[in-house]
């Protein structure tokens, strides 16, 4: 009898911000195939027999896709219920959709959980709206980790200058001088808040700020590494305000000692 695939969606990487369907799949799969992205305290929630990591390998290898499509379609036939955990949501830029066609041609059974995409939560706990009414009524999610066979990129860095929205950049650190160049190059203003959020939710979350002139200096500056996310777009600039307001509170305002003796 053939197992279930469930493509899951881990989220940003705080395991409080898991789905309640994809907590009860992680306790219940007979495997868990998962790479680097899912907070290490989400992957720790499997015992070590139950999972896989199909994600970097020692040496800094990467398991092909191929390989793993290949062992979800083994698994499956061997009567496993299979959980293959992604980070964010798993079809963001997760593969998920290579994967589930995958399934899909090889009559495997699967489902696909959603999880909430790290392109939104991850701007959030930063205390970063990536749309707003004053400043952005739309938003682009991109990657800035494109196939390496591609002959040429497929994101059109000049459309996305002329949105006035946000872009959110999802797998864009080592890349970052060369798009916000192209940003620059296609008329945005250098000037632009730029914000890069390091391992958002996780224990050593990280942020640098600047503009789109200046962030290439801040992230060496803070040692910004992947997995980060880039938010371009005035709301970068809503950050300062946020983060000030849960650091002190409301303000009092002047009455608020009016009566003390």
Same mark, same amino acid.
């Given at each position: 009898?053939?197992?279930?695939?469930?493509?899951?969606?881990?989220?940003?990487?705080?395991?409080?911000?898991?789905? !309640?369907?994809?907590?009860?799949?992680?306790?219940?799969?007979?495997?868990?195939?998962?790479?680097?992205?899912?907070?290490? &305290?989400?992957?720790?929630?499997?015992?070590?027999?139950?999972?896989?990591?199909?994600?970097? =390998?020692?040496?800094?290898?990467?398991?092909?896709? %191929?390989?793993?499509?290949?062992?979800?379609?083994?698994?499956?036939?061997?009567?496993?219920?299979?959980? =293959?955990? #992604? @980070?964010?949501?798993?079809?963001?830029?997760?593969?998920?959709?290579?994967?589930?066609?995958?399934?899909?041609?090889?009559? !495997?059974?699967?489902?696909?959980?959603?999880?909430?995409?790290?392109?939104? /939560? @991850?701007? /959030?706990?930063?205390?970063?709206? !990536?749309?707003?009414?004053?400043?952005?009524?739309?938003?682009?999610?991109?990657?800035?980790?494109?196939?390496?066979? #591609?002959?040429? %990129?497929? !994101?059109?860095? /000049?459309?996305?200058?002329?949105?006035?929205?946000?872009?959110?950049?999802?797998?864009?650190?080592? #890349?970052?001088?060369?798009?916000?160049? /192209?940003?620059?190059?296609?008329?945005?203003?250098?000037?632009?808040?730029?914000?890069?959020?390091?391992?958002?939710?996780?224990?050593?979350?990280?942020?640098?700020?600047?503009?789109? &002139?200046?962030?290439?200096?801040?992230?060496?500056?803070?040692?910004?590494?992947?997995?980060?996310?880039?938010?371009?777009?005035?709301?970068?600039?809503?950050?300062?305000?946020?983060?000030?307001?849960?650091?002190?509170?409301?303000?009092?305002?002047?009455?608020?000692?009016?009566?003390?003796?």
């Amino acid at each position: 009898m053939t197992g279930t695939v469930y493509l899951v969606g881990s989220g940003p990487g705080d395991p409080d911000l898991l789905t !309640v369907r994809a907590r009860r799949l992680l306790e219940e799969a007979d495997v868990v195939l998962h790479d680097k992205l899912p907070g290490p &305290e989400i992957i720790d929630l499997v015992p070590d027999g139950r999972r896989e990591d199909v994600g970097k =390998r020692a040496g800094g290898e990467r398991t092909p896709q %191929s390989e793993t499509n290949a062992r979800l379609v083994e698994l499956a036939r061997d009567g496993k219920d299979v959980v =293959r955990l #992604k @980070g964010g949501d798993p079809f963001v830029f997760g593969r998920g959709g290579e994967e589930a066609a995958y399934l899909a041609a090889h009559d !495997v059974p699967f489902e696909v959980i959603p999880g909430v995409t790290s392109a939104v /939560a @991850g701007p /959030a706990v930063a205390g970063i709206p !990536v749309t707003h009414r004053e400043y952005a009524s739309s938003v682009s999610v991109v990657t800035g980790h494109e196939d390496p066979t #591609k002959e040429e %990129s497929a !994101v059109d860095w /000049a459309a996305l200058a002329a949105t006035g929205g946000t872009i959110v950049v999802l797998m864009g650190v080592g #890349k970052l001088p060369e798009y916000t160049a /192209a940003l620059r190059e296609a008329g945005m203003d250098p000037e632009t808040p730029v914000a890069l959020v390091e391992r958002a939710t996780w224990p050593d979350q990280q942020v640098a700020t600047g503009t789109l &002139e200046t962030i290439v200096d801040a992230r060496d500056a803070a040692g910004i590494e992947p997995p980060a996310i880039t938010v371009v777009g005035a709301v970068a600039g809503e950050r300062e305000r946020v983060v000030e307001f849960l650091r002190n509170g409301p303000d009092p305002g002047p009455d608020a000692n009016a009566g003390e003796p």
